[in-house]
């Protein structure tokens, strides 16, 4: 009974946030019902209040760490942008061709994820678009493709993806070999939409005109660059500072904000306060978009609560008795975590899966960290980095779904095939 009601409000509270402009309700405001409704279901069916409260905070924990994260990277960006900061990277690119600059960015958040995370990387490089781009439609198509090309580059290394760093820290995979694996199914799923895009885009950009405002005048050169050095630098600084202390990302990121904030206060400290504060932390924090940190909310909070009440487990246990082949299983791994997310799908598998069955670096483990990854492109709302250029560009669920998914599909199937194709000639 239980079970039903909350799937219930899960796949009512889903084709609302899908259907948000025939609606006309804000998706952050159903996501964030659809969380709070799950849970109070779950609470009035548990015997046991307290530890429904318990488990609550207990993910409450992991979800604040994602939401102070978020929020960091949001406001770095931000300052960056305030300071004219992107300006020194869209003067270097001056391809306006639709098919080659798609290639540029493609490529660029391919690698980039890689040394930062998609998440990261996302909020990046679609901020760097409204720089690029000045139809809002391009800039759209070119934000979808940006979703695709970021979770194809995390998945190929230990801290480009959260399913991946789990799989990284349970040892299921080492980092190296995972790099070597799965690199090339990653290219692929990104190579093939571009190639297809490559015969049917067509035209240039428009770029929007360079500011020629009194902010543009009162920042310095010197000014802009530093503070694009020191907001990348905090950025790429996050994956180094777990890696020494082993304390979560978000520690890091806000260690980095700290750090431009202290920078930020020094480089303006001799100019009046009306003219400092358009480029304070401060106003930085006011321009981001809370709603969308609202909705990752409400989002994760569902998911949560499927995953506490072992509505994910029992979907892992079904499909490991219903598919029987573990790459098929694998592949539908990947395909679910583009309607859910891929974290609690791949925490279920690792609680399944033994390292006595399937030891460190064993197939199951790399193709897992591939699908996972990259599943997440089919849908807007299937990965951390769908749900911020969703945020970011109020990118439609519909939109997406008809300009994109195809395309995420077919860059997920032929990077798996590529996989299975490679494990097959070197096996």
């Known amino acids: 009974m239980m079970t039903t009601i909350i799937v219930a409000i899960f796949v009512i509270g889903y084709a609302a946030i899908a259907t948000e402009h025939p609606i006309k309700v804000n ?21 046991d209040k307290h530890l429904v409260n318990d488990e609550l905070l207990h993910h409450l924990g992991e979800l604040s760490g994602i939401l102070f994260f978020l929020m960091g990277a949001m406001t770095i960006v931000e300052l960056i942008d305030a300071h004219d900061g992107f300006e020194a990277i869209t003067k270097k690119i001056t ?8 290639w540029t960015i493609g490529f660029i958040t391919f690698f980039l994820s890689a040394v930062l995370d998609n998440l990261t990387t996302t909020i990046v490089i679609v901020s760097l678009l409204r720089k690029l781009i000045f139809d809002s439609k391009d800039r759209l198509f070119f934000a979808g493709i ?19 760093t ?3 820290i349970g040892n299921q995979i080492s980092a190296l070999n995972i790099m070597l694996k799965v690199f090339i199914p ?21 770029r929007p005109a360079l500011k020629t405002t009194e902010k543009s005048h009162s920042l310095t050169q010197k000014n802009q660059l530093t503070v694009l050095i020191a907001g990348i630098s905090a950025l790429v600084f996050v994956p180094v500072f777990k890696t020494v202390t082993h304390l ?13 904030w202290v920078l930020v206060e020094i480089l303006h400290k001799g100019k009046e306060d009306e003219n400092k504060s358009k ?17 990752f909310f409400g989002i994760l909070v569902s998911i949560a609560g499927l995953q506490s009440t072992g509505v994910l487990t029992n979907l892992s246990a079904w499909l490991t008795t219903t598919l029987e082949n573990q790459n098929i299983i694998v592949i539908a791994i990947g395909l679910l975590s583009s309607i859910v997310d891929n974290v609690p799908l791949v925490a279920a598998a690792q609680g399944m899966y033994d390292l006595s069955v399937f030891p460190t670096d064993h197939p ?9 990854g990259t599943g997440g492109s089919i849908l807007i709302i299937g990965s951390a980095a769908g749900v911020a250029a969703m945020g970011i560009e109020k990118i439609d669920f519909f939109w997406y779904l008809k300009k994109i998914s195809l395309l995420a599909l077919l860059g997920y199937f032929s990077g798996a095939a590529a996989y299975l194709l490679q494990l097959q000639i070197f096996s």
């Open 248 to 260: 979560p990302p978000f520690m890091g990121i806000l260690f980095g904000l700290g750090v431009l």
């Open 186 to 206: 990653s290219v692929v799923s990104l190579a093939i939409p571009l190639i297809y895009l490559s015969f049917s885009l067509k035209g240039s950009v428009n």
């Open 95 to 102: 391809q306006t061709d639709k098919r080659k600059l798609i």
């Open 279 to 295: 480029y304070s932390v401060v106003q930085a924090l006011r321009r981001i978009d809370m709603s969308s940190i609202l909705f």
């Open 166 to 168: 789990m799989l990284w």
């Open 146 to 164: 940006t979703v695709i090309a970021a979770n194809a580059g995390g998945a190929w290394t230990p801290i480009g993806d959260v399913t991946t």
């Open 27 to 47: 998706k952050a405001a159903s996501a964030i019902l659809t969380g709070v409704l799950i849970w109070t279901i779950y609470i009035f069916f548990s015997p």
């Open 364 to 372: 199951f483990w790399e193709f897992l960290a591939y699908c996972a």
